[in-house]
């Protein structure tokens, strides 16, 4: 083989690149945003550890790559959010907290609002399974244990309405 037909060392294949995504969406979804900054990390990573001079990937071949994974339907930012917010719930998380998540995971506001008024996650009743939980059954009744649940759920990402409604509930 001749050096001029061997490929640069450190400029990324589209092929290369391409595999590294479809391992990494492999695992899980991604959001778009995340799943480019991550093949980013990547080069950086391998080049660390191999201690050589980091790969370059030019952001007209993420695209391409990013592209073919979104036509091929590996990569669906609605997709995404959708489970995100499913998982996220279950684990004890508010809206809030899912919407400040989703954000930095690079879903914009408005994808975010469309996907948070169309899941059928009850965020009221989430709040009370997590306080339930927590603090037992039933709720504390005095205004300073009460202002401990309180916190806690805020502190978990749900809105004070959410939370108050289960002391609403709960005084029934």
């Known amino acids: 083989m001749t050096e001029s037909s061997q490929p640069q060392p450190n400029v990324v294949s589209y092929s290369r690149l391409l595999d590294r995504a479809m391992r990494i969406l492999g695992q899980r979804d991604h959001s778009r ?5 991550k093949l980013q990390q990547s080069a950086q990573r391998a080049a660390w550890a191999q201690k050589k001079e980091p790969e370059i990937i030019t952001e007209a071949l993420l695209e391409q790559v990013l592209d073919w994974c979104q036509e091929s339907g590996w990569l669906n930012d609605e997709r995404f959010t959708d489970r995100f917010i499913q998982s996220r719930s279950r684990k004890g998380f508010g809206s809030q907290r899912v919407r400040l998540e989703l954000a930095q995971k690079g879903i914009d506001r408005e994808a975010i609002d469309i996907a948070m008024e169309e899941t059928d ?22 205004w300073k244990e009460k202002a401990k649940v309180l916190r806690y759920l805020q502190s978990k990402g749900f809105q004070t309405d959410d939370i108050q409604s289960i002391f609403r509930n709960f005084d029934d």
């Open 121 to 142: 996650v009850d965020w009221a009743a989430c709040a009370a399974q997590l306080a339930e939980r927590k603090f037992g059954h039933p709720l504390p009744t005095e």
């Open 33 to 37: 945003a995340e799943l480019s900054r």
